[in-house]
Each structure stands twice: as structure tokens, then as C-alpha cells.
């Protein structure tokens, strides 16, 4: 249970019914999530609509933007963000054991470029502030700078999506590991977080 009950379309002030309406039906499957981030409605809707807004800008593929959610997510051990979109990985075609090489630094199955975004994932999550030009000069061979732009931002708010996550508790759906696991995924390659 998270750490803040979750609310209801009636909980919410009648300005943000709609929104807490829409978000629940685009992010079903993602459904623990939308009634405790309506605790804060103007945080809900820009969260999940800038989510949505990159998504649709159709500037990065979207096995790419999963890739560098996965790995992203792996590095801040989100066992929540990495269950959900690894299944979406596997839709898209990645095999499980390359989605599982996201968080352990082998994924064989990756391209160069998804190799450089996994990388570039975990660099921005773990040192933004250390990025070599070296990385830059790589991924100007591979994306324009619009597209590193928002490559960073979908990284960030990532991060953003893991942090809210995890410090307000929010547990995995019923059928998530169930989803999970039938995709071929294994259970022990979730992150951990420390004791």
C-alpha cells in the first residue's frame, strides 16, 4: 500500500475530474500510480501529459525512449518502472534477456544506438554533471540535437516518475509480475533497493 491513500475522481476538486478521468484510462495498466499522484492535481496532469507530449513527437522511435526508460530506471533501482516497461520492450521487439542486460551492463541484443542511449540513460541518471563531450560527439552521429534534447528530458522525468514512485510507495499492480514474467523476463533481474 503506498504511503498516501489513493484518491478518487470525486476526491479530486471538480477542475481536475477530467484530468484524473483521462490520465486513468491512458495509463490503465499503470493504474496505482494516477489516484496517489492526485494528491497533487497540477503535478498529475503535467507529469503525465509531458510524458504523454514527448511520447508524440514521433522525434525518437519508441523502442529508443523505452530503452533509456529501462535503463534509467534500472539505475535508480524502480523495480516498479522497470517491471512495467520492460514488458513494453519485449512488445517491441527487444528479447528479454537484452531488456534484462539494461541493468546489469550486458545486453547483447542492442544495437549501437540503443547501446549508446542505454549508456547515455545511465550517465545522465547517475553523473549529468561528469557527461564527457565524448558521449556528445557519439550521439551527434546517431541523433539530431533536437532529438538529444528530448532524449534527455524523457530521461529525466524518468527519473522524476522514479523518485515519486519510490518515496511515496507505490506497489506494482496485481497482474504486473504476472505480465512480466510471461514476457520471458525473470523476477530476480528487477532491481533491488539497498537495505
Not at 484518491?7 to 496517489?36: G, K, M
Not at 521487439?93 to 549501437?112: E, F, I, K, N, Q
Not at 564527457?132 to 528530458?153: C, K, P, S
Amino acid at each position: 500500500m503506498a504511503r498516501v491513500p489513493d484518491l478518487t475522481v470525486e476526491d479530486v476538486s471538480e477542475e481536475y475530474r477530467d484530468d484524473f478521468r483521462r490520465l486513468s484510462d491512458i495509463f490503465a495498466a499503470f493504474s496505482n500510480q494516477v489516484p496517489v499522484y492526485a494528491h497533487s492535481p497540477v503535478g498529475m496532469k503535467h507529469i503525465f501529459d509531458m510524458s504523454l507530449a514527448l511520447r508524440q513527437t514521433g522525434n525518437l522511435s519508441r523502442r529508443l525512449i523505452e530503452v533509456a526508460v529501462v535503463a534509467a530506471s534500472y539505475a535508480n533501482r524502480c523495480a516498479y518502472c522497470v517491471a512495467h516497461h520492460s514488458t513494453i520492450l519485449v512488445e517491441l521487439g527487444l528479447d528479454a534477456d537484452s531488456v534484462s542486460g539494461l541493468g546489469a551492463g550486458d545486453a547483447p541484443g542492442l544495437s549501437d544506438e540503443e547501446r549508446l542511449v542505454r549508456d547515455y540513460a545511465i550517465c545522465v541518471t547517475e553523473r549529468a554533471w561528469g557527461i564527457r563531450d565524448a558521449m556528445f560527439e557519439q550521439l551527434r552521429q546517431h541523433f539530431t540535437d533536437t532529438q538529444v534534447v528530448e532524449l534527455t528530458m524523457r530521461i529525466a522525468l524518468t527519473g522524476m516518475f522514479n523518485r515519486v514512485n519510490q518515496a511515496l510507495g507505490i506497489e506494482m499492480e496485481e497482474d504486473l509480475m504476472a505480465e512480466f514474467m510471461a514476457s520471458g523476463l525473470a523476477e530476480d533481474s528487477l532491481p533491488k533497493e539497498p537495505a
